[in-house]
């Protein structure tokens, strides 16, 4: 290959190593250095004293400075204190040049923030030596700052995208009352919230082993299978299981996620928590004395390969109550002496203040005790002011409810009316092996939106299948009786029951139908449930399992105002409903 002269020339030319600034008042000592490192290809900018080195630094920008001790205006210390306060960040190598050999003189030199020094005389091969050393220590100075710059980069991308991803989604933050409060730039807390089709909040505070980046590796796809599944209708129960297993797989053995959940009711009159590692979730009145303290009693997600129980406690609220989560990073504040803010001091607090603020007189008393002091552990807390602000009311849709005169005159009975086009048809048997531990609702939904747009229409119809797919299992397969929900005592032993005849099933199941028919361009659903049970003696004893369910929701009256027609069949064992697209 051939070589033009330009590049030859280009070639010949000696690579400079930088720029080095000499300051000293002897004329000859400057000439002399001078001389040793053009032979090391620096380029050379001099000062004659302190001041000047200064003013050089900051209009130069050297790579590495010689500095004489003793000159008039300002000696060596002083420039070399000032020039280091000014290269912040930066590392620039100073090497005092000095005819002192007193090791306390000496000391000052690199007290003053000297990195090395050249008795005088020195010569030229131990000149170029420190020099080295010193451009090695430079470079991988350098590099490391490099990569630092670069981790801080990759924290900050992955922090907007944690906001935009994990919290970004929230629901009802506006109500709540929320302090997070990373240890760095990333946290391992998260908190997330949203709302099921039924109408629930679901809110759940997690901490992630350790803190920084390495500890939420795991928030992404946790909030992932948290949003998903809550949207398609699934319990707050089952997500936490779907979660457990997800993290399980995805996270190294020492890392795991403690886990508070409470899923408030859609009245806001009841919630179900469930404490999975974290301090005592409290439950307050509107006084602010403590009603009960629920602590974990649960691993944290990601240890076992099942959930060790998913069961959720419930929890009877008034009007003022409040439920606060927070993480053990709280707690394990410490002051500039090293003691905890401890769960005591904590508990304290929440008693010396009759101001509802509670989050406020925390965070306030927690300032205080830190000090300034930086913090080992995320600090996070939610506060959940219950009452009517969070209850979603009930709606049906007027337009479903003023049917036309021309559709209530049809009879949806009669399968074969030729004004009743079928579209599609889709059957789906639950059986006994699945019943205890399988929720239709979200499959039945899923398949829904495949076939169908019911974007609109989703919250009605989970609540529809909900409805009828519980009455189906509770009351038609394992006959249990609702006024036992009349109170929570009573509550406890309806769950204990439900637990105890799942687990006897044998050769029970549930056959629910699903078809989209059309009358004269309306679109309908019409949906069947029919469960393998006894049935009941009379229709009124299906009213009345409804009308007394207190603690469990809705029943079947708001099914009859969402659907067009309602039917019990055979012993009512079979349900069926028209539902309005």
């Known amino acids: 290959m051939l070589i033009t002269a330009e590049q030859k020339i280009a070639q010949e030319q000696p690579v400079t190593r930088g720029k080095a600034l000499v300051v000293d008042d002897e004329p000859t000592n400057r000439l002399i250095l001078q001389a040793h490192l053009a032979k090391n290809n620096y380029e050379i900018v001099t000062a004659v004293n302190g001041v000047e080195a200064v003013e050089k630094f900051e209009s130069e920008s050297p790579d590495i400075i010689f500095m004489d001790v003793m000159m008039p205006e300002m000696d060596g210390y002083e420039a070399t204190r000032r020039i280091k306060a000014l290269s912040g960040e930066r590392f620039i190598p100073v090497i005092f040049l000095t005819a002192i050999t007193n090791e306390e003189e000496l000391a000052k030199c690199v007290e003053a923030g000297g990195d090395d020094f050249l008795t005088k005389p020195f010569s030229h091969t131990l000149l ?232 406020v007189n925390i965070e306030k008393e927690l300032i205080d005790f830190t000090d300034g002091y930086a913090q080992d552990d995320d600090i996070s807390m939610v506060v959940i002011p219950c009452g009517q602000h969070l209850a979603v009311a009930d709606e049906v849709d007027e337009e479903q409810k003023n049917i036309t005169i021309e559709n209530s005159r049809i009879d949806f009975s009669v399968k074969d009316d030729e004004n009743i086009k079928l579209e599609w048809q889709w059957d789906f048997n639950v059986h006994a092996a699945s019943l205890s531990r399988v929720d239709p609702v979200p499959v039945l939904l899923s398949q829904l939106q495949e076939l169908e747009d019911i974007k609109n229409h989703r919250q009605n119809l989970f609540l529809i299948l909900s409805e009828l797919f519980n009455n189906a299992l509770d009351h038609g397969i394992l006959h249990l009786d609702s006024k036992l929900k009349a109170d929570p005592e009573g509550f406890t032993e309806y769950l204990e029951k439900r637990e105890e005849r799942l687990q006897r099933l044998s050769n029970e199941n549930i056959l629910i139908s699903i078809e989209k028919i059309n009358f004269y361009n309306t679109e309908f659903l019409r949906i069947n449930f029919k469960d393998s049970g006894e049935g009941f003696d009379s229709f009124d004893k299906i009213e009345e399992l409804q009308d007394n369910d207190k603690l469990s929701g809705r029943g079947i009256k708001l099914v009859k105002e969402l659907c067009f027609h309602v039917e019990y069949k055979g012993k009512g064992n079979e349900v069926e409903v028209v539902y309005e697209l």
């Not at 030596?129 to 490099?146: F, G, M």
């Not at 922090?159 to 946290?187: G, I």
């Not at 807390?189 to 099921?196: E, Q, T, W």
């Open 128 to 359: 170029k030596a420190k020099v080295d050393a010193l451009e090695r220590v430079r470079d991988l100075h350098r590099e490391v700052k490099a990569h630092h710059n670069q981790i801080l980069h990759d924290e900050e991308i992955a922090e907007e995208l944690f906001s935009r991803v994990v919290m970004a989604d929230n629901v009802e933050l506006d109500k709540l009352e929320v302090m997070l409060r990373p240890a760095v730039t990333f946290s391992g807390d998260i908190l997330m919230s949203a709302r099921s089709p039924s109408g629930e909040l679901y809110i759940i505070m997690g901490d992630f082993t350790g803190h920084g980046l390495a500890a939420s590796i795991g928030a992404l796809p946790t909030s992932e299978v948290f949003r998903t599944m809550t949207k398609k209708g699934f319990s707050l129960a089952k997500i936490l299981k779907e979660l457990n297993r997800k993290l399980e797989t995805l996270l190294p053995d020492d890392k795991f996620l403690a886990v508070g959940a409470i899923s408030l009711a859609k009245d806001a009159k009841s919630a179900k928590v469930w404490n999975g590692g974290i301090p005592k979730i409290i439950h307050l009145d509107k006084h602010q004395k403590v009603i009960s303290y629920y602590p974990a009693k649960h691993l944290a997600l990601g240890i076992l390969d099942e959930i060790d129980d998913e069961t959720m406690l419930h929890v009877d609220l008034s009007e003022g109550d409040s439920l606060i989560m927070y993480t053990d990073g709280v707690i394990e504040a410490r002051d500039p002496a090293g003691n905890m803010f401890t769960e005591e001091r904590f508990e304290n607090i929440l008693q010396k203040y009759s101001s509802k603020d509670v989050l």
